[in-house]
Structure formats: structure tokens, C-alpha cells
């Protein structure tokens, strides 16, 4: 049983000494200390051994698997070391190399003006609402007063999903849709995509985006809008812009006007830039039309508001001074970084 005790540990030891990785040395230990482990398997004979010799034999099993265990935590540590060491030499980082750059995105010019345009009007109280791209002919045309057979829808030519549902032409759907949950007052704007079927120039884009203004309440006047959009334009494009409202027509509103702003380049004396005319046409408004009303189920004996509409890009045109919408949406990275 000694020899048999001897010859364990010589086995032992040796195996633990030729360990290479953690793993292996783990086997050792079970394939020794485990509960099926030869030692074990050797303290479970003990009964073999004649019962004087026992006490002697159990220490010396004992202080065998003793040494067996701090061999075995030893080279433990010594593996782990060796491991660490490895590693932090393979994942050596030299901070003196040079950097590699970053080339982080950037905001295209439409989303900088959108989010100018959200500020200043949430700085006014106003709600942002987002209505959906592909809407009801009933919503894009019929509940703002433009019925099957009139001449507006003509000049708003769009695609057509089919006869019910259309790419929505501006974003004034969206004031109907509003209207029509009845939260009263309303102040929101709502900025977004637009469809028409126009051909790509300079100035035109089937796709290109609108935002929509809407405020209804009681004793709401022409005044409110024209006092609202004149502090817009000051924001936009400075404490000196004035303002100037034009008669115009859209279905939807009664009276309907457009409203110019003196030209930020030339401070309204005239130059190439407002065509000589010193005024630049920024976007279309009017006092909500009873009809759009009473069809949306708001009382107009007892409510008023007034809407307008802007173009998104033509603001991103104006403000940096760019002369081709194309340029937009050509996403050259070149073009796009100069803003
Ligand atoms: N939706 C109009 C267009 O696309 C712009 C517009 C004009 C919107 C007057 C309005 C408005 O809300 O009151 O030409």
C-alpha cells in the first residue's frame, strides 16, 4: 500500500510538473483527488490495511494529498501567470501611434432648418404632430375644401396608389386629421414629406417637404397670424427682416395670402439675389375656411385659426445660399459638410 501511496504521488507530482495550461492541470486533479481519483480510490482501501498500521497509513495519505494539493495550487498560480503575462503582452497598446480618424455624420441642411423652424415655434408653445406620407384623397384633398372637380388638384398632380389613396401632396392633411380629434385650442406645426409629380430642376422635386402651422381657437384674428409669422421671420433670418402680405388663394383658408420677407443679402434695397425686387416669397397662409370647419366637426360660429405652410427646402435654399435644390439630394459628402 505504500509503494502503491509512493508511486501516486510520484505520478502525481510529475504530471502537475508537466502541466502547460490551466485546463490539463485540472484534469490532474480530478483524475487524482476527484471522487473517483486515485487517492481517493486508495483512502476508500484503507480497510485492507491492518488496523494498527491505519492511523500511520491516514496521515500519510493525508500529508501525500497534501503536497499533491500545493503542487497543484503552485503551478496554478504559475500558469496564471504566465497566462496574464501572454496576454498583456499580446494586447500591448501603443499610445503613440497615430490616430485613426473618425469621420463622424453630419446634419444635411434640410434637417438643420427643420429643427431650427421646430424650435422656434415649440419656443411658442406650438406642438410638433407628424401626419402619414400615403394618405386619403379625402384628407390630402376633400376635408380642405378641394373637391373631385376642382382646378387645385390639378396643380398638385400626385401619384396615386389608387383612387382612394394618394402620395399626400402637402402637409396640410394633417391639419384636418388634427381638427377632427377635437382637442381645442390647437397649436401645432406638423413638418414632413410631400409627393407631386413634377419633373427634377432647379427649383422642382417629385419628393420634397413641407411644414404645415395650425392654430385654432376663439377669437383668433388675421392679426395673430400676421404677428406670429413676422416674429418666425425675425427668428429665422434676423431682427431686421420685415414682413409683407400678399392676397393669394388656397382652397382651404378665407382670406388667403402670401406673406414675402424683405431679403436678408440686400436688407431690401434690390440685388440679384431677390431678383431685384428687394422681397423674397417665403410661404403661403390664410385664416381657416368655415367650410374645412364644419367638415373637420368644429363649430366655426365659435372657433377661428389661421394656417400656413412652408417649404422646407426653399428655407434651406435661402438660408445658405444654395441655387439648386439637386444639390439636396445628391448626398455628396462634399456638399453636405459645408453646413
Ligand atoms: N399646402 C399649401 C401648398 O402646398 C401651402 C399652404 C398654404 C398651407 C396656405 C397652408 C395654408 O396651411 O394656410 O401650396
Not at 6 to 34: P, Y
Not at 234 to 243: A, N, P, V
Amino acid at each position: 500500500m505504500k509503494d502503491k501511496l509512493q508511486s501516486i504521488k510520484e505520478d502525481a507530482l510529475s504530471q502537475i510538473k508537466d502541466a502547460e495550461m490551466l485546463d490539463r492541470l485540472n484534469e490532474v486533479r480530478v483524475s487524482f483527488l476527484g471522487k473517483k481519483g486515485e487517492l481517493t480510490a486508495l483512502l476508500k482501501s484503507m480497510k485492507e490495511v491492518p488496523p494498527e498500521e491505519r492511523p500511520a497509513f491516514g496521515q500519510l495519505v493525508n500529508e501525500t494529498r497534501q503536497q499533491i494539493e500545493t503542487a497543484l495550487d503552485e503551478t496554478k498560480k504559475k500558469l496564471e501567470q504566465t497566462a496574464m503575462e501572454r496576454r498583456l503582452a499580446e494586447e500591448v497598446i501603443d499610445v503613440t501611434l497615430p490616430a485613426k480618424r473618425n469621420h463622424v455624420g453630419h446634419r444635411h441642411p434640410n434637417t438643420i432648418a427643420r429643427e431650427e423652424v421646430e424650435r422656434i415655434f415649440v419656443g411658442m408653445g406650438y406642438e410638433v404632430v407628424e401626419g402619414p406620407e400615403i394618405e386619403y384623397d379625402l384628407y390630402n384633398f376633400e376635408k380642405l375644401n378641394i373637391p373631385a372637380d376642382h382646378p387645385a388638384k390639378d396643380e398638385q398632380d400626385t401619384f396615386y396608389i389608387n383612387k382612394d389613396i394618394v402620395l399626400r401632396t402637402q402637409t396640410s392633411p394633417v391639419q384636418a386629421r388634427v381638427m377632427e380629434q377635437g382637442k381645442l385650442p390647437i397649436r401645432m406645426i406638423s413638418p414632413g414629406r410631400v409627393f407631386r409629380s413634377d419633373e427634377v430642376d432647379a427649383t422642382h422635386s417629385p419628393s420634397f417637404h413641407q411644414i404645415e402651422g395650425l392654430v385654432v381657437d376663439k377669437n383668433i384674428t388675421f392679426a395673430d397670424l400676421k404677428g406670429t409669422l413676422a416674429d418666425f421671420a425675425k427668428e429665422l433670418f434676423g431682427e431686421e427682416t420685415k414682413t409683407k402680405f400678399r392676397p393669394h388663394h388656397f382652397p382651404f383658408t378665407e382670406p388667403s395670402a402670401e406673406m414675402d420677407v424683405s431679403c436678408f443679402k440686400c436688407g431690401g434695397k434690390g440685388c440679384r439675389f431677390c431678383k431685384g425686387s428687394g422681397w423674397i416669397e417665403i410661404l403661403g397662409c390664410g385664416m381657416v375656411h368655415p367650410h374645412v370647419f364644419e367638415m373637420c366637426g368644429i363649430d366655426p360660429d365659435v372657433y377661428t385659426g389661421f394656417a400656413f405652410g412652408v417649404g422646407l427646402e426653399r428655407i434651406a435654399l435661402l438660408k445658405y445660399e444654395i441655387d439648386d435644390m439637386r444639390l439636396l439630394y445628391e448626398n455628396d459628402v462634399r456638399f453636405l459638410k459645408q453646413f
